[in-house]
């Protein structure tokens, strides 16, 4: 049975519930963090001194930081299809789940997402959401031409990869903002919401985040 320590609502923790369940893994969720508290607590900071969600722990080891919680899952009960055991396949899976961490969520969250949800509505700087969503396109057309025909970054089955970006896709649609035309992406996220493990854990309804919810 693998503890998880967080909110439903957390894109972070959303990458693990995502990944447990497509992994099919027993698992008893914790709410932690933002309106449930308890991330501040000394028990909790024994697991991650950053007082940050996620946190699993699986018999006795404990694991923070969401990408990393997703690689042990996939490296401890994924298949090779879910992670592959080759170097270089993994490599090239890992390449685009780097790229996504470290590129594209910066900006779906940070300039978009907390701005248009997290953010005093009259405070809203309308210019520089559109430099934001601007900045994305380009983003978007790297992972429309990666993902072609698809289905999935890897080829025929979902990858951790598939984990690390699928999460965002769901934001990233639901948010108003101008977005380019990306049919392949469009027909991939389609692909990830008909999934029933895309549709409990990923498409949850983020508006007790939202300004002057709590």
Known sequence: MIEVFGRPTSSNVQIVMWAIAELDLPYLRHDIGHNFGGNQTDEFRAMNPNGLVPVIRDDQRTVFESAAILRYLAAAYGSDNFY??????????????????????????????????????????????????????????????????????GGDDISFADIMIGHLLFRYYVLDFEKIE?????????????????????????????????
């Not at 899976?93 to 248009?116: C, H, N, Q, S």
Request: hydrophobic letters at 45%; aromatic letters at 12%; glycine letters at 4%.
């Open 182 to 214: 990306a049919p392949a992406v469009w027909d991939y996220y389609q692909r990830l919401c008909a999934r029933p493990a895309y549709q409990k854990h990923i498409m949850v309804d983020f508006e007790s985040l939202r300004w002057g919810s709590e």
């Open 84 to 153: 592959p055991r080759n170097a270089g396949m993994r490599a090239e899976l890992d390449m685009w789940a780097e790229w996504i961490k470290t590129t594209f969520t910066p900006i779906v969250l940070g300039r978009l997402f907390y701005p248009l949800v997290r953010r005093d509505p009259a405070l809203i700087d309308q210019n520089a959401i559109s430099a934001a969503a601007n900045d994305l396109k380009p983003l978007i057309m790297m992972l429309e031409r990666r993902i072609g025909d698809g289905p999935y970054l």
